[in-house]
């Protein structure tokens, strides 16, 4: 079961690492569970690992540069983001210089802007700048996150010579609110949803619906939860224990049925 992604073949769902090797200052007092986790995953089929500068000031790019070696690069889909204050042009060649020697790797799948800045003319600096990475080969595909609609459509008029390839946002069946107005959008224009938080720090199991769909389909709530948003979304769920990471990957593999999704989005 595949999906695509910046023309790419990748896994239905990814792993994300927010709060994996600290938070905001490194913490290496779990790094060997986590990278067995990240490990865990990729060996289970799961191709796409989102990261950032900013989780653990780095050391989160660092585990995940760690737990990729030995995997075919090819095969893997990074997600790395840029901060909102490195969006000037020398600022953001360093950052991505900088998120590249961490990952272990010659270029990133997908670099986001992490967060859109209060002035919008540095997203244009910001995405010209990544415009010229694309062609020097240091990233293959552009996108943003926690962008609005018309944030979105600065961001598509700042562009000259790429596409948006992806918007990620907080979305989940407890933050629901992206599908009135993010992911038609990004629909219509042919923007991938990538989606953080999904399983609302585990709140997404106490739903009555997802509950009762969770028994007629023999999975648990957190699987049917991400399973649901695999429909129009990427979920990127964090998983820094094994156990947790099992039952996530149980998610993969089938699908709700059209009665069963239109009852959980109808709660």
Known sequence: MYRELCGRKISPLGVGTWKMGGGDAPDRRHDAEEIAALKLALEAGVTVVDTAEMYGAGHAEELVGKAIEGFPREDLFLISKVLPRNLKRADLKKALHQSLKRLGTEYIDLYLIHWPPADLALVA???????EEVA???????????FDTKEMEFALESLKRTELAANQIEYS???????????????KNKIAVIAYTPLADGKVANIPVVQKVAKSVDHTPIQVALNYLMRRSLPIPKASKPSHLREILGAMGWELSEKEYAAIRSQ
């Open 125 to 131: 600096e910001g995405l010209a700048a990544m415009e």
């Open 173 to 187: 069946l407890v933050e629901t609110s992206p599908e009135r107005d993010v992911i038609p959008f990004c629909e």
């Open 136 to 146: 020097r080969g240091a990233i293959r595909s552009i996108g943003v996150s926690n």
